[in-house]
């Protein structure tokens, strides 16, 4: 299966900018996708397609790469985006999730 | 608007089976795939599977092969998760979740805890 890494947290002022990083054990185009959960609440889609912007979620958020090195933006952050974030791949059967980036607002 | 509605929560015992559902409103059914992930407390989300609504053809993660079995009733728009054999490893948070073409998942159920337990 496809393994994606992400860094297990981190912690910004508001107003900040703030980059979440994936990365894939193997390539996965441009098929990765991001979310973001809230404690005792089910993921929400930000971005497809490695860097489309989902409906109604704020231009603060931003996604770029291809192949094998994603980034999730958050610029500039809010208190609202206290959150666990997870990459998720769908190149490669099975489709795969990171294991989240817990961020914490100082 | 799109909703997915998930049943309640499950205290089940150890070898038995559970049947969860997931019944949808808002959008044409039978025109999507729906998923079912797992989730258990504090770790990742693994995807489990995927059922098309619209003639009940199924796609699953091999990891979960014999432990899940997922069905639909177009009538009602409700995606189903069978899930067997339960153990404690089973315990966890269930979604199931909308698929939108290039198999991300768009629209998301609330989620039901399966606590397996003697």
């Known amino acids: 299966d496809t393994v994606l890494t992400q860094s297990p947290a981190l912690a910004v002022s508001p107003g900040e900018r703030v980059t979440i990083s994936c990365r894939a054990s193997?390539?996965?185009?441009?098929?990765m996708h991001w979310y973001q959960q809230k404690p005792g609440q089910q993921p929400t889609l930000l971005i497809y397609?490695?860097?489309n912007l989902e409906s109604g979620v704020p231009a603060r958020f931003s996604g770029s790469g291809s192949g094998t090195d994603f980034t999730l933006t958050i610029d500039p952050v809010e208190a609202d985006d206290t959150a666990t974030y997870y990459c998720?791949?769908?190149?490669?059967?099975?489709?795969?999730f990171g294991a989240g980036t817990k961020l914490e607002l100082k | 608007e799109v909703q997915l509605q998930q049943s309640g929560a499950e205290l089940v015992k150890p070898g038995a089976s559970v049947k969860l559902s997931c019944k949808t409103s808002?959008?044409?059914?039978?025109?999507?795939?729906m998923s079912w992930l797992k989730q258990m407390p504090g770790q990742n989300i693994e995807w489990i599977g995927n059922?098309?609504?619209?003639?009940?053809?199924?796609g699953y993660n091999q990891k979960f092969k014999g432990k899940a079995t997922l069905t639909v009733d177009k009538s009602s728009s409700t995606a189903y998760m069978d899930l067997s054999s339960l153990t404690s490893e089973d315990s966890a948070v269930y979604f199931c979740?909308?698929?939108?073409?290039?198999?991300?998942?768009?629209?998301w159920g609330q989620g039901v805890m399966v606590t397996v337990s003697s």
């Open positions: 979740a909308r698929v939108y073409t290039t198999d991300y998942f768009d629209y």
């Open positions: 808002g959008y044409t059914f039978s025109n999507y795939y």
């Open positions: 059922i098309y609504g619209g003639n009940g053809g199924t």
């Open positions: 193997e390539s996965v185009s441009t098929l």
């Open positions: 397609l490695a860097s």
């Open positions: 998720q791949q769908s190149w490669n059967d099975p489709n795969t």
